[in-house]
């Protein structure tokens, strides 16, 4: 296995990200050499890391990936999935903004400042978010604005607001706009009231109207005057922004699937059975990574989570999505990520060359995956093949914990109530034999008092 | 929004010109962002400036208040 520089890792002159032999490293410039000596020896290193606000890294010795430009190398702790401000609820983005505003306020304090305010230099660890690139952070020169205030206002501030005051699926706008939600666009998508709100006035409106008036700079025209901003100004302007986002929220009571379990026609007794039988597949198949797809709220999310396997609770409906997290949050949860993510079109490679944003399959294979009454919806719901749905999980993980709600169940019924019934080999037998052409059943189980059989299976494949 | 900006250009003329002594700037700032952050900041920045002041006068009359109401010897 040789050695490569992430993709995206390109941008910032003072260093960039490489994997060697599967480990992931940081190379620091020497043109990046001062500000990152600042951090380290200033004490805003020790300062974040203490808060959980910045992922830890101790410095290596080993071969420079660019030895011409090194300065040094980073070894940050392993964050084991990477997840992207598209796939976020509107609650984590929020605190995805607030921590990144709280980052700027500590590294003032410290002389620094924060260069960029990328909302993909965040990640969830272990449920907190956390500012992922150490090479952020650069001295701050007394009287210099905030580099990154217009890349704050894109990333976190406008999709927030929209989500809030108009839809939240225009969070997914941030799948389109690589660098965050235009602000003329979002200027243009918001209702009129948002001009009320100062905050949303200033940073969104005003600031959409100043970019407009000042863009581009004509040949023979002089280029605009940088002044200065005083420290207090600095200050201001990140209070506002703090002030803006707290202010903005979104409930999610409306949506379809937040209410499942308890609109669903299932027994107690029957969910507490299928708890049962999953918990104990969990045991056997082992510790690892699971994808729980179709997480819903996360209830059987967590009975993988509790055993310390990283769950990503993968769900369509943002507001199922939004209460796992709020609940995930509640209760200090480490190891579950939930995440917004509509498997018949899962999140691609974005960005430069396809390659800046990983697409969800490049981010496994999964030791496990759940999919727990998923499979009606895809195959009935979607017009999936049943073949084609066993070869997608088989590509996201070695295990699988599968659920068949066959044609007679009150929740399929209602699926085809509003159309022709087109599934001829949607049954037991059907889903059976297509799914034995990628992987191996290995144990099997019917849930008492409902025509829903449970399997656990094995990808026949080899996964490396 | 023309009398914001042109109250901050106001504000900044009192202050060195140039650029300001940013190391590796790779984003773009914007310059309509750069000057809207600047009249913000002008406004902003007195009301932190005024919060501090007030939490210092506030500070000031509880350790006043605080010393009249302690006990000689019931200090630590």
């Known amino acids: 296995m040789g050695s490569s520089r992430s993709a995206a890792s390109f941008r910032d002159p003072s260093g960039f990200v490489f994997t060697r032999q599967g480990t992931l490293y940081r190379q620091v410039n020497r043109l990046g050499r001062d500000d990152y000596r600042a951090m380290m020896d200033g004490g805003l290193y020790a300062r974040l890391v203490g808060k959980g606000l910045l992922v830890p890294h101790e410095e290596v010795t080993i071969p420079a990936e660019r030895a011409d430009t090194a300065y040094c190398i980073l070894r940050p702790q392993t964050i084991p999935f990477i997840s992207y401000p598209y796939e976020w609820c509107f609650g984590q983005l929020q605190d995805a903004a607030l921590a990144t505003l709280r980052i700027a306020r500590e590294a003032l304090e410290c002389g620094m400042t924060l260069k960029d305010a990328s909302a993909y230099n965040i990640q969830f660890v272990a449920g907190r978010p956390t500012l992922m690139d150490s090479l952020s952070l650069e001295v701050y020169h007394a009287g210099e604005p905030w580099t990154a205030y217009r890349q704050f206002c894109q990333h976190f501030l406008a999709p927030l607001a929209l989500m809030a005051h108009r839809d939240v699926r225009l969070s997914q706008l941030l799948r389109v706009f690589i660098d965050g939600v235009p602000l003329d666009l979002a200027q243009r998508l918001l209702p009129g009231r948002t001009r009320f709100d100062f905050g949303l006035l200033a940073h969104i409106h005003l600031h959409a109207a100043a970019q407009q008036r000042y863009s581009g700079t004509q040949p023979g025209r002089p280029a605009p005057a940088r002044g200065r901003m005083s420290r207090a100004g600095f200050l201001g302007i990140l209070d506002s922004l703090s002030a803006a986002v707290r202010r903005l929220t979104w409930r999610p009571e409306k949506t379809a699937w937040a209410d499942y379990y308890r609109a669903n026609k299932y027994s107690d007794q029957a969910m507490d059975e299928k708890a049962r039988i999953v918990a104990g597949w969990l045991e056997r198949i082992g510790p690892g990574m699971i994808w729980d797809l179709g997480a819903n709220t996360g209830r059987f999310s967590r009975l993988s989570s509790e055993r310390g396997n990283l769950t990503i609770a993968c769900d369509i409906d943002p507001g199922a999505v939004e209460l796992n997290y709020q609940d995930c949050r509640a209760r200090a949860e480490a190891h579950c990520l939930p995440l917004v993510m509509d498997l018949t079109n899962p999140s691609p490679g974005l960005g430069w060359e396809g390659a800046e944003r990983m697409a969800l399959l490049e981010r496994g294979p999964a030791h496990g995956v759940l999919a727990l009454a998923l499979v009606h919806h895809m195959a009935i719901g979607n017009n999936v093949p049943l073949g084609d749905l066993a070869r997608f999980f088989s590509r996201c993980g070695r295990w699988l914990i599968v659920e068949f709600v066959p044609k007679n169940d009150p929740q399929v019924a209602r699926l085809l109530s509003s159309r022709e019934d087109i599934f001829d080999s949607y049954n037991l037998e059907g889903f059976e034999r297509a799914f034995v052409q990628t992987f191996a059943i290995r144990q099997r189980q019917s849930l008492p008092g409902t025509a829903r059989e449970l399997f656990l299976m094995e990808a026949t494949h080899d996964f490396r | ?76």
């Not at chain 2, 501090?52 to 208040?65: E, G, H, T, V």
């Open chain 2, 1 to 76: 929004m023309h009398v914001l900006l042109l109250s901050s250009v106001t504000w900044m003329a009192g202050l060195p010109a140039g650029g300001s002594a940013q190391g590796l700037m790779y984003l773009d700032p914007g310059s309509g962002s750069i000057l809207l952050q600047l009249a913000l900041a002008a406004l902003l920045g007195v009301a932190v400036i005024a919060r501090a002041f007030w939490s210092k006068i506030k500070a000031f009359f509880a350790r006043l208040a605080g010393r009249s109401g302690k006990e000689p010897g019931d200090g630590k």
